[in-house]
């Protein structure tokens, strides 16, 4: 009976950059759980569509660059229009610039800032509002980071975001809770997507990163993926405000 509580048959979420990496592997996950998956990529979803059908639920991108705050309410209205409503909003679309503090370019601080925080707040407004119109309540899960806790090392811009992913993310709960809105976060620890390509090449980093972590291994985009059924389930209805480490218990050494 309890995990019926997990699951999501229809429902309809949307899930921003998942045409690969962490955003795919939720995606999937969530379209396994029984959600059907509005998707938000720079260009095409790449082989996602074929993933989610074959998880028995329907797919459909919208083309935007979230970066740009004017493509915010059109990317909505269309999420809305296309299944004929929205449940959940996983804001995973994010960016890294990698450079010495003392050298950091202002553009490298604001297309950072620009999508991992300021869309993520824009379009969490934007469907709360539709939650409030569709009288459902819903789910928000955005994506925090080890940097949400720690300072890093050479990628200012990034910790100052994922900080205030977490601080926004508690922000919004307190305000939308009442309306049985649920805003979550994840924190994923190192995983082996495009973000950690540069870090894993390099083999020194690549070795003290992976020794540091207790399971032993990099993270997968499979790995993020219970976590996000869970919150955008009806099991995580009264988790609000929480950031949840999916680490291989990098936070708890
Ligand atoms: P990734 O680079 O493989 O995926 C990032 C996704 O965001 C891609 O689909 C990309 O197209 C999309 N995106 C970026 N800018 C966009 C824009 N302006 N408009 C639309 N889409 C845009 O990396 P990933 O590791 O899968 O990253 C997913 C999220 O997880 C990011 O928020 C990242 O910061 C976060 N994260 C990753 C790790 C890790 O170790 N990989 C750790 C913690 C947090």
Same mark, same amino acid.
């Given at each position: 009976m309890i995990l019926r509580s997990f699951g999501l048959d229809g429902k309809v979420a949307i899930v921003s950059? /998942? !045409?690969?990496g962490l955003g795919q592997g939720m995606a999937v996950a969530l379209a396994q759980a029984g959600a059907d998956i509005i998707g938000v990529n720079y260009g095409s979803a790449d082989d996602t569509p074929e993933l989610i059908e074959k998880a028995g639920r329907r797919f459909h991108n919208i083309t935007a $660059?979230?970066?740009? &705050? /004017?493509?915010i309410s059109d990317v909505v209205a269309e999420a809305r229009r296309t299944?004929?409503?929205? $449940?959940i909003l996983v804001n995973n679309a994010g960016i890294i610039r990698r450079e010495d503090a003392i050298e950091f370019s202002e553009s490298d601080w604001d297309d950072v800032l620009n999508i991992n925080l300021k869309s993520v707040f824009l379009m969490s407004q934007a469907v709360a509002r539709v939650y409030n119109e569709q009288e459902s309540g819903g789910k928000i899960i955005n994506i925090a980071s080890m940097l949400s806790y720690q300072g890093g090392i050479r990628v200012p811009s990034y910790t100052a975001s994922k900080s205030a992913v977490m601080g926004l993310t508690r922000a919004l709960a307190n305000e939308w809770a009442s309306s049985n809105i649920n805003v979550n976060a994840i924190a994923p620890g190192y995983m082996a997507t495009n973000n950690t390509a540069a870090l894993r090449a390099d083999d020194v980093r690549e070795k003290a990163i992976r020794e540091r972590i207790p399971a032993n291994r990099w993270g997968t985009p499979e790995d993020v993926g219970g976590s996000a059924v869970f919150l955008a389930s &009806? @099991? @995580? $209805?009264?988790? !609000?405000?929480f950031t949840l480490a999916v680490d291989g218990g990098w936070l708890a050494r």
């Open positions: 950059g /998942c !045409n690969t $660059d979230l970066s740009q &705050p /004017c493509v299944f004929g409503r929205i $449940d &009806p @099991a @995580a $209805d009264y988790i !609000n405000g």
